[in-house]
Nanobody, 123 residues
Framework: QVQLVESGGGLVQAGGSLRLSCGAS????????TGWFRQAPGKEREFVAT????????FYADSVKGRFTISRDNAKNTVYLQMNSLQSEDTAVYYC????????????????WGQGTQVTVSS
């Protein structure tokens, strides 16, 4: 059974930075893409960024483009989300997700999900 575990969330002041990590374990599953999504209270879960298995393809939501960077270390089975210039609007629970096939910006295409990590940006 594939397990995804997020870490690195916390409380940060506006303008600050955080780096989230998503570690994968269990089986021989090799996702074609791994994405980050976020969900703020009372809102739908929304796409943030995704990266292909090779790391050569990345996609970002317009709201985070230029501020967030997704990367991966396949030797460690870990995907990272570097978040800079954080704003109060970035406050949410951040989830990582893995897809068996393809690379997607829609959450319904992802097959495995982590439990999430809270990011709170104070203004």
């Amino acid at each position: 059974q594939v397990q995804l575990v997020e870490s690195g969330g916390g409380l940060v002041q506006a303008g600050g930075s955080l780096r989230l990590s998503c570690g994968a374990s269990g089986g021989t599953f090799s996702p074609t893409s791994t994405g980050w999504f976020r969900q703020a209270p009372g809102k739908e879960r929304e796409f943030v960024a995704t990266i292909s298995r090779s790391g050569l393809s990345t996609f970002y939501a317009d709201s985070v483009k230029g501020r967030f960077t997704i990367s991966r270390d396949n030797a460690k089975n870990t995907v990272y989300l570097q978040m800079n210039s954080l704003q109060s609007e970035d406050t949410a629970v951040y989830y990582c997700a893995a897809a068996k096939v393809g690379i997607w910006v829609v959450k319904d295409r992802y097959d495995y999900w982590g439990q999430g990590t809270q990011v709170t940006v104070s203004s």
